[in-house]
């Protein structure tokens, strides 16, 4: 019978241990994608001043802007799955059960990859068309408008 409870008291304890690692681990994921947010973020706002050099009667602006519209959109989606992360954090681990905890992790990798693969694609379309203009623009560009 003792056995019996010590076992029970380490299962416990184990369990207790990889709860605090995995919210570790779960913390560590949104603040990499927090960080890695802050970067879209900046990465966004130059093409949008670099865009703004571009004359509006430019074949394919209109595109250009759609699919950095589209980039914005998941980088919100990203911002609101992070900022909703640490209560669903603290609720899961408050739960006991580790196996909850580590979902909350995979679905967060899950979004972040996933958006962030779509937002560097995207990204990369608003570039490649912004540098086949011929004056690769760049900003300041108020005196370059057309």
């Not at 973020?41 to 093409?47: D, F, G, H, Q, Y």
């Not at 914005?72 to 609720?91: F, V």
């Not at 958006?115 to 990204?123: E, H, M």
Request: aromatic residues 2%.
């Amino acid at each position: 019978m003792k056995r019996i409870a010590l076992l029970l008291a380490l299962t416990a304890c184990e369990k207790s241990n990889d709860l605090g690692k995995l919210q570790d681990e779960a913390n560590t994921v949104v603040a990499h994608g927090r960080a890695e947010v802050d970067a879209y973020v900046r990465r966004t706002n130059e093409l949008l001043e670099i865009g703004k050099c571009v004359p509006a009667s430019t074949p394919g602006i209109q595109i250009a802007g759609e699919v950095r519209v589209e980039a914005t959109r998941k980088i919100e989606e990203l911002q609101k799955a992070l900022g909703a992360a640490p209560a669903e954090i603290d609720r899961t681990v408050k739960s006991g059960v580790p196996d909850n905890v580590q979902a909350v992790i995979d679905n967060l990798d899950k979004i972040l990859e996933a958006n962030g693969r779509v937002i560097v694609a995207d990204f990369t379309t608003v570039e490649n068309w912004l540098y086949q203009h011929p004056d690769h623009p760049a900003p300041p560009c108020d005196d370059k408008k057309g």
